[in-house]
């Protein structure tokens, strides 16, 4: 049985990133544009969603988490503006449209990228509310699931690979450049509520293992799409990888195999979230009439068979 | 009179920086490399120093801020790659040597500015030692500095600004890719110790316009030198303002009317400096033998007189 993205807690995101008000000056106006042009471009909003998702199965309200939520997807527009670069991936088009650097000029595609990772720490220190020590160690693993050992260590390995990396390597680069944001999305969530701490709750083993296999779910599937997906559906070209001779999940092991990696993960995180829900005891934090993690379960199901 | 720079400080951060140890590992060497080539190619140190400098006036030790220090000039370097890039100002020298893109390519070049602004924050929410709320209002003040209403604003300013811009529009973009920085490195400080609360404290005030005429000094002196010094001196060749079409202090106004501008700046700056030293009650927080401020005036005698 398959759930549906929980496509509330993606509206209620799209809100919070339309009203986000970039402090404004007449100078700097048309770099604030650029950063808007690529933040409210659309997309699925995997992140942030998995953010708001996580809070309601520890218990919390998920708006509560809307400001860390804006972070992520900022962060996550501006790896999506960097690696689009001429230098970099060289691509034109994203979701659709000319990317940010065809749009407005390379040199304010990179300070566009600049902009929005600043304003994610800025907007989450300065909006998101919990106690001073929880926010700290949201902000560090945030800082840290995107610097050296997180997303642009894995970009730098995926531009600077060629065709060098294989197996345990090439899953590495991929939780490095994919899975530590995404688990990040639900670790933090973790952090502010202090769920890693309540002696009654589930714990963060089972919310550390589905992460970590949506994670490579996610990437598994990305790799079946460059192959199997249309222009239309993808919003980009298709076989972008194989162009600039990346090893990918579909190189390395053929699209046959990938489909079997992809369901072993997508049963891997299910089983997760189950013993999520089998440890949040009756009446205790996050206990509810309906299944806690059944959004959850629907971002899970969603990326397993998406087809764009 | 004019005081010396601190280089007891200047050493105190170099010993920091070179000693940072970025969390390595095979596939990530590269970008590593990278990061650390442009980080310890020298240069004054001028915001860590700073900050050191700030610390010893509020009485605190210097070394306390070390962290705080070493994520200045992360960001500060990141700033300086992401600035040389082909598609920004296009520099192949900085500090006498090879621009990172030059030495490691343009996709590396993009991710070590990328990957040194992650882990400047890591660094600091990790290692910085100080109560939570004083330290998340440290790292906010320094997002706030580096983005948009900031570095990234400033340098977005500088980029797109061609000769349009004049007069007050000219000292904002300086205040905001320049100045908001350099103001973080005192304030961030002041932040961190608590001395914007302490009732018997010099408050903020004289710090705040201290590190404001700093800014402006630095940015006047900068533009002079571009005009007047040996590309020996700069590290880089002399005359790229000009080249590259940028309105400076001294295309707006003069070589003679920046030097008189310059003059006044450093005349406020120590004159805010001594306001410090006056509101230091005796016996009190920073009250010392020597002048705790000694420090910050040889930075500011230092960046007045300086040829490089």
Chains 1, 2 share one sequence.
Do not use: W
């Amino acid at each position: 049985m398959s759930g549906t993205y929980p496509e509330h807690l993606r509206e209620e995101v799209e809100r919070h990133l339309q009203a986000l008000a970039f402090p404004g000056e007449q100078i700097t106006a048309g770099l604030v544009e650029a950063m808007r042009y690529s933040l409210l471009a659309g997309g699925k909003r995997i992140r942030p969603v998995l953010a708001l998702a996580t809070a309601r199965a520890v218990g919390m309200e998920p708006a509560q988490v809307l400001p860390l939520a804006a972070a992520l997807e900022l962060i996550h527009t501006y790896s999506l503006i960097h690696d689009d670069l001429p230098a970099m991936d060289d691509d034109d088009l994203r979701r659709g449209q000319p990317t940010c650097h065809v749009r407005y000029g390379e040199d304010v595609a990179i300070l566009a990228g600049d902009g929005l990772y600043a304003e994610a720490f800025n907007h989450l220190l300065s909006h998101q509310h919990a106690p001073a020590e929880r926010l700290l160690a949201a902000a560090a693993e945030l800082a840290a699931a995107t610097g050296v050992v997180g997303m642009v260590g894995g970009q730098y390995a995926d531009v600077t690979a060629e065709d060098g990396l294989r197996g345990s390597q090439l899953r590495r680069l991929h939780e490095l450049k994919t899975g530590r944001l995404i688990g990040a999305s639900v670790l933090c969530v973790l952090l502010l509520s202090g769920a890693d701490e309540a002696p009654d709750g589930p714990g963060t083993e089972p919310f550390r293992s589905f992460a970590a296999e949506l994670g490579v779910l996610f990437q598994i599937i990305d790799d079946i799409l460059d192959v199997t997906g249309t222009d239309a559906e993808l919003g980009k070209p298709r076989g972008s990888d194989a162009r600039h001779g990346k090893r990918t999940y579909v190189s390395e092991y053929g699209i046959e195999r990938a489909r079997e990696l992809a369901a072993e993960s997508h049963t891997a995180a299910k089983a997760a979230l189950a013993e999520v829900s089998a440890r949040v005891p009756a009446g205790g934090v996050g206990a509810a009439t309906e299944d806690p993690t059944a959004e959850l379960a629907g971002i899970a199901d969603f990326i397993y068979t998406r087809t764009s």
